[in-house]
Structure formats: C-alpha cells, structure tokens
Nanobody, 125 residues
Framework: VQLQASGGGLVQAGGSLRLSCAAS????????LGWFRQAPGKEREFVAA????????YYADSVKGRFTISRDNAKNTVYLQMNSLKPEDTAVYYC???????????????????WGQGTQVTVSS
C-alpha cells in the first residue's frame, strides 16, 4: 500500500483544516487507516483510525469532538477534518495503513506497516 498525505498548512487557533490521505494498492477488505502526529521532540502519537469495511472510527481522547475521520471508497482516500484547532495540535501528521487491526492495535505506531510522507500542520496562537 502506498500512501500520500496532503492538506497541511498554517492556521490560527480555532480554525480548521482537512487532511487527505490517498491510498493506492491493496487498501480494502479489513484494512485500517490511521492518522498519527509527531511534534518536535516528542514521540509519534495516535490521532484517529478508520476501518475501510464498515467505516468504524476511533479517536484519541485529545481530539475527540474536534476531529472527524472519514473515507471515500470510490477515491480510495481517507480524510481528517480538524476543527477548533489548538496550538498543541501543531505537528507533522502521518497516515498509515495495516490489515486486520483491533481497536487497541490501531492506536499503536508499531501496528502499521505502510506510512505516508507526512504533512505539516501549524496552529498559531
């Protein structure tokens, strides 16, 4: 699976951005697509995940209620709509994919076998 993330940028606190992750290759039938982020000097952390089959979504507590993950099966693309952005959301955001993950596995960096290149999100105060 090849992944291409895009949509990052600079936004003021309280603003919104939508990230996209275009997937090619084998991306269906039980695959999970996750978003992670990494701020300078910090470890990569889980943001959200969605299962291609059924569309079940799972979020980190820090973004629940502000971010929404969704998928467009026809375009093989997963989106991360980010609203009410805060300066602490500033990070490089990565999308990743893996087959047959459970909920607990979906939140772990080591569960994913394919990663996109990352897109920078900067939220100014």
């Amino acid at each position: 699976v090849q992944l291409q993330a895009s949509g990052g940028g600079l936004v003021q606190a309280g603003g919104s951005l939508r990230l996209s992750c275009a997937a090619s290759g084998r991306t269906r039938s039980g695959y999970t697509l996750g978003w992670f982020r990494q701020a300078p000097g910090k470890e990569r952390e889980f943001v959200a995940a969605i299962w291609w089959t059924g569309g079940f979504a799972y979020y980190a507590d820090s973004v629940k209620g502000r971010f929404t993950i969704s998928r467009d099966n026809a375009k093989n693309t997963v989106y991360l709509q980010m609203n009410s952005l805060k300066p602490e959301d500033t990070a490089v955001y990565y999308c990743a994919s893996a087959p047959y993950l459970g909920t607990a596995q979906a939140a772990r960096v080591t569960s994913y076998s394919s990663w996109g290149q990352g897109t920078q999100v900067t939220v100014s105060s």
